[in-house]
């Protein structure tokens, strides 16, 4: 996924946009709103009920509201518009004004990602249960961790091999998840650096994960079938402020071939995901999930 394609709608979504009081009428709305990121928009779904045993999703990105933050990302809104829009685009008065009004509302910017995860740490705290965890990695980079336990033990397992020639350390499947909370680890420094292994455990299938790794040890620039093209698809329905469990878009990684076996696989379980959870109140339920006891439903 670009980043800065990403940024660059966020500005435009800032004026086409008013933010909710909360996403949900029962949930403080920094928890309504981490949920709708973290399930929605950064596909946490396929983990709690599929088959990707990790999201990693962004604990960093925030709405700098300052007077330079404001200016900066102003000037990066303005570059990124089409020729013909930049003479009759917003002046900065307006945009100052409005990313002001829009960052005071309950619940704030849908995209103010620290400002979500802190408050979820704060008032639900971290999640470690026998099936799903729900942490913190402060390796090179800090971002956080959706794991589904099980699956993340299976996917071990099952390259255990692989892994252990890569980082040149031998483990334990059944119990190393026990150190990804540990900074220190040097275990998984080696994993989080390795773009095989790290694609390996997010679920990008070990096609691509090895074919990325490889392309970028060789610095090769060649045409793939990237998660730019998926993402396109699905930007306005994510980036909106209301998402629903339709909305919920395909995991995006690079792939390399217009028929992808992961692909593929990722939209038979969306189907499933949607009809599981469609008569739902969604929300409730991936609280009850995040309990060590949950209910069977």
Request: net charge negative.
């Amino acid at each position: 996924m670009s980043y800065i394609f990403l940024r660059t709608f966020w500005f435009f979504l800032l004026f086409t946009h008013t933010l909710p009081a909360a996403c949900h009428p029962e949930l403080d709305p920094d928890i309504a709103i981490f949920l709708d990121n973290l399930m929605i928009r950064d596909c946490g779904f396929y983990t709690l009920l599929g088959s990707k045993p990790m999201t990693e999703f962004d604990i960093t990105e925030m709405v700098d509201t300052s007077e330079e933050g404001l200016q900066n990302d102003y000037k990066q809104y303005v570059a990124a518009l089409p020729l013909e829009k930049k003479t009759s685009c917003v002046s900065y008065a307006d945009y100052r004004e409005h990313a002001l009004d829009n960052n005071s509302k309950p619940g704030g910017h849908i995209f103010d990602r620290k400002r979500r995860w802190e408050a979820w740490v704060r008032k639900m705290g971290l999640v470690s249960t026998a099936r799903y965890k729900l942490v913190q990695w402060n390796g090179a980079y800090q971002a956080g961790l959706f794991i589904n336990v099980p699956q993340m033990v299976h996917h071990l397992k099952q390259y255990q091999q692989e892994i252990e020639s890569v980082t040149e350390m031998h483990f334990d499947p059944t119990t190393i998840l026990d150190e990804i909370e540990c900074k220190d680890s040097i275990f998984w420094k080696k994993v989080f650096a390795s773009h095989y292994l790290h694609g390996l455990l997010l679920g990008f299938g070990q096609k691509n994960a090895y074919l990325f790794d490889w392309a970028q040890s060789k610095e090769l620039s060649f045409n793939h079938f990237s998660d730019n093209q998926r993402w396109q698809k699905n930007i306005h329905r994510i980036a909106k402020t209301h998402v629903s469990i339709r909305d919920l878009p395909i995991p995006s990684f690079v792939t390399f071939g217009l028929c992808d076996e992961q692909v593929e696989r990722y939209k038979k379980e969306r189907t499933q995901i949607i009809e599981f959870l469609e008569k739902k109140d969604w929300m409730p339920f991936v609280l009850r999930c995040f309990e060590k006891k949950m209910a069977v439903e």
